[in-house]
């Protein structure tokens, strides 16, 4: 026999005898390759004329560029981004900035033979704010925030005592002229406890009013730091012209009532953060790439475009591709919810995240970390946790109008009662004005619920596109539930048993022997439902299940195994039919009835025929009745979405 020539493949470059080509005449190992190359050809942009590289270093008309991203810290509105960004747009050695406070980042193009990103960590934190690059340790913005809060707090309850003191003064015996030292010198303490709270809790806020009036945008810090310090200011005045009335408490409760608002909303982030990261954390790092000097164990990161990767049963796919080589059922149910394992043929796609049950898998790849499903699932929610909702930045349109409208009413109100009853009073009508004019129910309250809610939603699996849904779901009259995973929770359970000429509990035992082996969730529910978990506790546990020889998985179609010399096939109704078992009438009628019911069916069968069949069904989650009654209540109709038989969808909708 003459040896034929191996030809390399042009995605991934393994040898082929057979290569197929495509309309260019290019040559590939199978299908999924040329697939995929016609994706990669299809993304690719096209072709630059300026010479500039692709990759590595850019070469700009002022000399050699580089680009950096810092992570920052400490911002509290959009205002802060700006003033972060004009800073470092006036370094000398910057080309371009831009600051994007929903990432909590800024990517910086410059010079590097000007200037360095460590003299730019500086120049930030000059400002008040937190930068780290990638290397550095990372700043815990909310832990941070936390410990100013807890030292504030005990300043706070402080001011609030001694001022109790003051406003029941009578009461105490405090108002006559024998003790009137002794109330000189409890405001004395005020200003003492709440110098302290307006530095550790209201400089922030002060410099994100601040940036707000540079970039000539005044929002709602502006008003809640000119209320706050003005409070404050007077009670300074006040103080040391002996005068009775002094209002440290309330500059001090405003600000530290809008610091725990502020808290709340960084721990929201950070819980809905975590989400994605549990989501991240159940995707490889590492993949076995296929090269053609062979397997090669690399970060995932490294892998590229096109490249073939193998896994194994057992193991979650690290990227995103099509199957090239294998056969088996995958468990999507970490990105799509569905328990229901889904069986892929090459030329099917796969996605990074999910389990390979019970087959191996050569895929190729199309799309790896941040650009998979899972990556793009997790930036959806990432963007809808720091992204403002509507509502919020109609508070900081609503701000900027009110902010002059405010100054000019305390101007006009300082005037007017000056004029009238002195300067003092006008003072204190005009300080009164500020405070009430501060939008506490839009700046705090509704920004505080959407955090809580969007929080909520990430602990519980929901992710939203944006923080503007929330708002939708209010004008809501329909809700449709996909029933798997939705209405339902893991794991199968086994719900129903039918034999045909043998003993319903040998049956199950002979089953569960197989099912033992394998790493399917219907296997592990019909395991489970012959051996339940406290067995081992009781004494008239069954006994162990027999040994099974020669196991063997048919990917996506079942197992078998040989026990006592008889060899047992469970499995689907394919794999019954590829091995010659017959399936009796009585049990075929079964069928019919279980799917009708929405049961996943299950064959055994052995010498020849199909001898029992086994019922598994998903349980409904135990709200789900409390929950669907309070949305009626509410006048929401609901309806079910399921692929199951249409009397089942009707059983679930009732």
């Not at 923080?467 to 004008?475: D, F, W």
């Not at 219907?522 to 099974?548: G, K, T, Y």
Request: aromatic content about 6%.
């Amino acid at each position: 026999m003459v040896g034929q020539e191996l030809i390399a493949c042009t995605l991934c470059g393994l040898p082929t005898a057979h290569p197929i080509t495509d309309e260019e005449g290019r040559a590939f190992c199978c299908p999924a390759c040329r697939e995929v190359a016609r994706l990669l050809h299809e993304e690719a942009p096209p072709a630059r004329d300026n010479g500039e590289k692709a990759l590595g270093a850019t070469v700009a008309e002022g000399g050699p560029s580089a680009v950096a991203t810092l992570s920052l810290g400490g911002m509290w509105c959009t205002s802060c981004g700006w003033l972060i960004e004009e800073s470092l747009r006036r370094t000398p050695g910057v080309r371009d900035v831009q600051v994007s406070v929903v990432r909590r980042e800024a990517q910086v193009t410059f010079d590097p033979d000007r200037t360095h990103p460590r003299r730019w960590l500086r120049r930030i934190r000059r400002l008040g704010y937190r930068a780290w690059l990638p290397g550095d340790p990372p700043y815990d913005e909310e832990e941070a925030h936390w410990q100013r809060l807890l030292i504030g707090s005990v300043f706070a309850m402080h001011v609030m005592l001694i001022s109790l003191m003051l406003y029941f003064r009578e009461g105490l015996g405090l108002a006559s002229p024998e003790t009137a030292w002794l109330a000189d010198f409890f405001q004395i303490i005020l200003f003492v406890g709440s110098l302290p709270l307006m530095l550790i809790l209201g400089i922030p806020i002060l410099r994100a009013g601040m940036a707000g009036l540079l970039r000539r945008q005044p929002n709602m810090h502006t008003l809640i730091a000119l209320g706050a310090f003005s409070a404050f200011g007077l009670s300074v005045r006040n103080l040391f012209l002996g005068l009775d009335r002094v209002y440290f408490d309330t500059a001090s409760m405003l600000l530290f009532l809008v610091s725990i608002g502020h808290w709340l909303e960084l721990r929201a982030q950070k819980t809905g953060s975590r989400a994605v990261e549990r989501l991240w954390e159940r995707i490889p790092q590492e993949a076995t790439w296929i090269t053609p000097d062979g397997e090669r164990r690399v970060p995932v990161e490294e892998v590229p475009k096109g490249a073939r990767v193998r896994v194994r049963p057992g193991e979650r796919f690290p990227v995103d591709g099509l199957v090239a080589v294998g056969e088996g059922d995958v468990d999507q149910s970490l990105l799509t919810g569905e328990s229901t394992p889904v069986l892929r043929r090459p030329g099917d796609p796969v996605l990074a995240g999910t389990l390979s049950l019970d087959g191996g898998f050569e895929v190729i790849t199309t799309a790896v970390g941040a650009e998979t499903v899972a990556g793009q699932m997790g930036r959806l929610l990432h963007q809808a946790l720091w992204e403002r909702a509507p509502v919020e930045r109609l508070a900081d349109r609503l701000a900027a109008l009110m902010v002059p409208i405010a100054v000019l009413l305390a101007g006009g109100t300082f005037a007017f009662w000056s004029v009238r009853a002195g300067p003092e009073v006008g003072l204190l009508h005009a300080l009164s004005v500020l405070l009430i004019a501060c939008p506490c129910a839009l700046g705090l309250a509704t920004p505080l619920t959407l955090w809580l809610a969007l929080g909520r939603a990430a602990e519980a699996g929901v992710i939203l596109r944006s923080s503007g849904a929330l708002e939708r779901l209010a004008g809501v009259r329909h809700l449709f539930f996909d029933k798997t995973g939705t209405l339902t929770q893991r794991p199968f359970r086994l719900q129903a048993v039918a034999t045909h000429g043998v003993p319903e509990t040998a049956f199950l035992t002979r089953v569960a022997a197989v099912e033992a082996r394998s790493e399917h969730p219907l296997a592990r529910a019909v395991v489970a439902a012959a051996r339940p978990p406290d067995e081992a506790d009781r004494r008239d546990a069954s006994p162990p299940l027999p040994p099974i020889s020669d196991f063997r998985v048919w990917p996506g179609r079942g197992v078998s195994g040989r026990m006592n010399g008889t060899t047992i096939w469970v499995g689907s109704a394919h794999l019954m039919a590829t091995q010659g078992l017959e399936l009796p009438s009585p049990l075929a009628r079964t069928v019919e009835v279980w799917r009708e019911q929405g049961l996943s069916v299950v064959y055994a069968g052995w010498e020849g025929k199909v001898v029992g069949l086994l019922g598994l069904g998903e349980e409904p989650r135990p709200e789900v009745v409390e929950t669907v009654a309070a949305l009626r209540e509410m006048g929401v109709s609901v309806a079910v979405l399921t692929g199951d038989d249409a009397v089942a969808g009707r059983r679930w909708e009732r």
